[in-house]
Structure formats: C-alpha cells, structure tokens
C-alpha cells in the first residue's frame, strides 16, 4: 500500500507540499509565496515573510487537496 502524504499543517516545509501535491504551485503563487527560491520554509514563515493570510492560505491548500486526504 502506498504511502500518502502528510496532512498540510503550517509547519510543513513548502517544497515538500508541492512535492506531495505539484498541483498547488498555483495557490502559493496567488497567495504571493516564494515557492521557488523561498520553498525551503515552513508554510507559516513563508506566509508571514511573504505577507499572505495563513489561515486562507491553509485552507485553500486543504481544499485543494481534499479528495487526495480522504484516501488515507
């Protein structure tokens, strides 16, 4: 059985979201994330560094990525 990736909590590293979910590179580019040269960050220190709502930002990512969480 493959294994799934982690839950998206703020403190997941953001190369690794777009890792897990390649589809999300459009929400952290419309929430102004720097998820080229700033993806090494926690998503809250990129929100916090990069001016975005982190609590939109999360639940946009969770939206997104929703229907892949339910297959746990």
């Known amino acids: 059985m493959p294994t799934l990736?982690?839950?998206i909590d703020?403190?997941?590293?953001?190369?690794?979201?777009?890792?897990?979910?390649?589809?999300?590179?459009?929400?952290?580019?419309d929430f102004g994330i720097d998820a080229c040269c700033g993806g090494a960050e926690s998503i809250a220190v990129s929100a916090e560094r990069d001016g975005a709502d982190l609590s939109a930002l999360l639940t946009a990512?969770?939206?997104?990525?929703?229907?892949?969480?339910?297959?746990?």
């Open 5 to 7: 990736p982690l839950p």
């Open 61 to 72: 990512l969770r939206e997104a990525t929703a229907e892949r969480q339910g297959e746990r």
């Open 10 to 29: 703020e403190n997941r590293i953001v190369n690794d979201v777009l890792a897990d979910y390649p589809g999300t590179f459009a929400i952290f580019h």
